[in-house]
């Protein structure tokens, strides 16, 4: 009898190879740059860019999004609520959406009659929209329709209404415009009117009394505009900032007081401008930032909305500084990476800080003290130790618990390239050469030092830029890759291989024709993505090529393995087949935002950083499982073939078994198996007796087996192929003698010693057999021992002797049976779930058999009227038996 055990058997298996468009968002990162915050009394109303709306009940402690009606329309430009009625105006470039119940919904109010907006305000009687192309349009019906009225010179900074309706815009390079009958008609306020700074950046009005903000400093007008004055107070109580940039502003809160905002400086007046002190800002000393926003719920309680880092509060008038960005998903991510334990990190570039999740992104610590308090653009991994650049670079050899400085900042790192951690390079311009030319800095000890080398070859910089400098890459032979956008003459993207040492570049122009969206470099490979959908791979550098179709024509290109590689845009596009086949597993959260990098980890698992969005994990893993590899027969009858192979994966949920009969190429899954983890040895056993269909293998018949590696991420590509030609069938011939004695003698092939047991016996007919016992002996000194088996089967045909599986050994090829010496030979080896041992047992047919034991057991059973029914165990080597009474 045939003994199977640890295999499953299936006749017909139905396998998805398909990939989960599912996604988890993970817990943040949260931040951004919120632009404007209003308060509608029982909650805070923030627009981010790109991100839309989000709203807070409790204070900033939380937040959520509250876009419904917007649609895709999630680039505000603007937000007011008008006091009297409540009502909420979000504005775009060229749309205006209301909203009446606190921005639970919002209604398309016009969708026409302007362009190019940048502020709303309401009158009394009016609705105005300042556009960027400085027009001015008004509305009598609260939006719904619009009339252009006026347009004046300069690019328009902000827009102010005061209570007499008069509104003032300022403008950068033309002062400020006035307007006393609803935009009809618009003064020039200048130096004329002592405002003597023509780029005002922001303006704030109090009544009759006006405040306007240059890139020199404070102006006030205590006549609605008719003449200014310098307010920026005396020494020791004056604003001692010069300059002030476009992102300046000037505001007040509840009790009437006056903020000057600068970048990351504030300076507060109780006295209408007359003196200055300086206020403590959100952004931490020493670095640089901008005060996007700012909200005065009190002037205790106060809510600060800082350029590309979130939201702050604080509650006791500004002396101290909070975070509240919990749910607010406004942030662009630069790179994404992942350390040898599992940790998360995000870096997003200006202005300081990056982002780092020891929990698989439940939380997210923001690191931006210390050694960390800089701009980080993206990490570079070497081991196990992860180097952060961006101004100047940082390193952690302790998966992100501790960093340490490498480079100060003398130099900006918007990319770091290396292969080892000690030869550095970062691709740069030297704008110190005249004219300005490309560069590449140089580095040979880890980053610490460096030195600038001119790029020759290279167009000149009147013409063209980096298009992408963080996707630079490093090949394996020690040159860079860089893409260039030619703009005067060619107007399309070039590729470069530079020589780090000379700085000597080459246009590789060998590719087949298309646009260059995107390049990748993996194993010696570098692959152009073209905007024809097409991706082409060379491995000699760029001098020949194959070309591979792809689903779409636009993205980033990650090359992540060989055969797996991903194309991100507002869909994340999987190939698993070295670019093959392309399968779009969606966008993350259905939410059309573009996908900005992707990474996978050992546990095989994808995780996503979206534009403005979270950061999400892939439900089910994306990569299928390694290809098993040296598969081989490890037995086979007429009817039944026992493989093994090895498991190159630790992803696999389990194993088909793929058959083909004959001279077909047709394979069809007709098994399933498994190789748990406490298995000694990394392989893993199958046996195939079934075709699709259910029908058992035939005898003398070629056969043809692979076998994938299944997981969720789909099946592997096939092991390597094997060719098995079952046994013919000979049963009807079969002459292994029946209840005679053998010695069983296991050879001493493994060196641990021969054991060897007499008397032993082979029982069965028409070639299927069962040995009492297969000696081991072998098994001595093996952890865990396996136990000797009993009652071990076999097939003999035409001599080819084929051994049954048991738990602990299987069949090391076919043995033999040799009817002129009287000897079958059986090799063997351990199962897969013990260490490897190799023997093989030879039985030898005894000349003459012992004496058969006593019959045992005799029980008398009356059975008929005279007649007694006797029953006994029979004894090994009888052949007959006497009856005695």
């Not at 302007?114 to 609705?127: E, N, P, Q, Y």
């Not at 992803?651 to 983890?677: C, N, Q, Y």
């Not at 080819?800 to 059986?826: K, L, P």
Request: negative net charge.
């Amino acid at each position: 009898m045939k003994r199977l055990v640890i295999v499953l058997l299936v006749s017909s298996l139905v396998f998805f190879t398909g990939y989960s468009q599912n996604y988890t968002a993970l817990n943040g990162p949260y931040g951004g740059s919120p632009s404007k915050i209003v308060s509608t009394g029982s909650a805070l109303i923030s627009i981010v860019y790109s991100a839309g709306v989000f709203k807070s009940t409790d204070g900033g402690g939380t937040w959520t999004p509250s876009n419904t009606g917007l649609g895709t329309d999630l680039y505000p430009n603007d937000l007011i609520r008008h006091a009297a009625t409540g009502k909420l105006y979000y504005l775009t470039s060229n749309k205006l959406y209301t909203s009446t119940n606190d921005g639970a919904n919002w209604t398309l109010t016009a969708n026409s009659g302007f362009s190019s907006a940048r502020f709303i305000r309401k009158t009394t009687s009016f609705v105005f929209i300042i556009s960027g192309n400085s027009q001015v349009y008004r509305s009598s019906n609260d939006g719904t329709s619009w009339s252009l009225v006026n347009s004046f010179s300069g690019f328009p900074r902000d827009f102010a209404v005061n209570t007499s309706g008069h509104f003032y815009i300022a403008t950068d390079g033309n002062g400020v415009y006035r307007s006393t009958n609803n935009g009809l008609n618009l003064d020039q306020l200048d130096s004329g009117e002592g405002l003597s700074n023509p780029n005002i950046y922001s303006v704030y009005t109090n009544g009759a009394t006006i405040y306007a903000l240059s890139s020199s400093g404070l102006f006030k007008s205590t006549n609605n505009g008719d003449s200014w004055t310098v307010s920026m107070g005396t020494a020791p109580t004056e604003i001692t900032d010069c300059c002030f940039g476009w992102q300046s502003k000037i505001v007040a809160d509840p009790s009437a007081n006056i903020y000057v905002i600068n970048g990351l400086l504030i300076w507060k007046s109780t006295n209408a401008g007359a003196s200055w002190t300086s206020f403590n800002s959100p952004v931490p000393s020493g670095l640089y930032g901008d005060i996007e926003s700012i909200y005065f719920e009190s002037s205790s309680v106060i809510y600060a909305g800082i350029r590309e880092v979130g939201l702050y509060k604080s509650i006791d008038g500004g002396s101290s500084w909070f975070s509240v960005n919990e749910g607010i998903t406004g942030l662009y991510p630069r790179d994404l990476e992942i350390t040898n334990n599992g940790r998360l990190l995000y870096a997003k570039g200006w202005p300081w800080g990056f982002y780092m999740s020891i929990d698989d992104g439940a939380t997210w610590d923001f690191l931006a003290t210390g050694t960390t308090a800089r701009s980080v653009d993206g990490f570079l991994k070497i081991g196990s130790t992860v180097f952060g650049h961006g101004s100047g670079i940082i390193k952690t050899i302790d998966n992100g618990s501790n960093w340490t400085e490498v480079e100060q900042g003398n130099y900006y790192f918007e990319s770091l390239l290396s292969n080892d951690g000690i030869s550095m390079f970062s691709p740069t311009y030297d704008y110190s050469a005249s004219p300005p030319v490309y560069a590449i800095n140089r580095s040979n000890d880890s980053g610490v030092t460096w030195s600038l080398q001119q790029i020759t070859g290279m167009p000149s910089l009147d013409c063209s830029y980096y298009s992408s400098i963080e996707r630079t890459i490093l090949g394996s032979g020690g040159n860079v890759f860089a893409s260039v956008y030619e703009y005067c003459s060619q107007n399309k993207i070039l590729l470069f291989k530079i020589d780090p040492a000379t700085g000597a570049a080459t246009e590789i122009t060998s590719f087949p024709a298309g646009n260059i969206a995107d390049v990748g470099y993996f194993n010696n490979k570098l692959y152009v993505f073209t905007s024809n959908s097409k991706l082409h791979i060379s491995s000699d550098a760029g001098q020949t090529w194959t070309t591979k179709n792809t689903t779409t024509g636009n993205g980033t290109l990650k090359i992540i393995s060989d055969n797996t590689f991903y194309i991100l845009n507002t869909s994340v596009f999987l190939s698993n087949d070295g670019g093959t086949t392309w399968t779009n597993t969606g966008s993350p959260d259905g939410n059309n935002k573009y996908n900005v990098d992707i990474l996978l980890s050992s546990a095989n698992y994808s995780y996503v950083a979206q534009d403005r969005g979270k950061t999400y994990r892939s439900n089910l893993q994306v990569v299928p499982p390694t290809a098993p590899s040296n598969l081989s027969a490890f037995y086979f009858d007429r009817n039944s073939i026992g493989v093994i192979f090895d498991d190159n994966s630790t992803t696999e949920t389990g194993f088909v078994i793929e058959l083909a009969e004959g001279a077909s190429s047709v394979f069809d899954s007709v098994a399933w198996t498994t190789r748990p983890a406490s298995y000694a040895r990394n392989q893993a056993t199958a046996l195939v007796y079934l075709t699709k269909n259910g029908v058992a293998l035939s005898s003398n018949t070629l056969y043809k087996i692979r076998v994938r590696a299944s997981g969720s991420g789909g099946k592997s590509t096939p092991s390597n192929e094997i060719t098995v030609t079952t046994a013919q069938d000979c049963s009807a011939t079969s002459d292994v003698p029946d209840n005679r004695s053998w010695t069983a003698t296991t050879q001493n092939i493994s060196g641990v010693g021969v054991m060897t047991k007499l008397n032993q016996v082979v029982s069965g007919s028409n070639g299927f057999y069962s040995i009492e016992d297969l000696p081991i002996g072998a098994s001595t000194g093996l952890s865990p021992v396996p136990p000797d088996p009993y009652g071990v089967g076999f097939e003999e045909n035409c001599g080819v002797v084929s051994m049954s599986s048991t738990f602990d050994y299987i069949a090391n090829g076919n043995g033999t049976w040799d009817s002129g010496t009287g000897t079958i030979t059986i090799p063997w080896i351990t199962h897969p779930q013990y260490p490897y041992r190799e023997e093989t047992t030879v039985y030898t047919l005894n000349l003459v058999d012992p004496a058969p034991g006593t019959p045992a057991s005799l029980t008398v059973i009356p059975f008929l009227p005279n007649t007694t029914l006797l029953n006994w165990s029979t004894s090994f080597f009888a052949t007959e038996y006497e009856l005695e009474r």
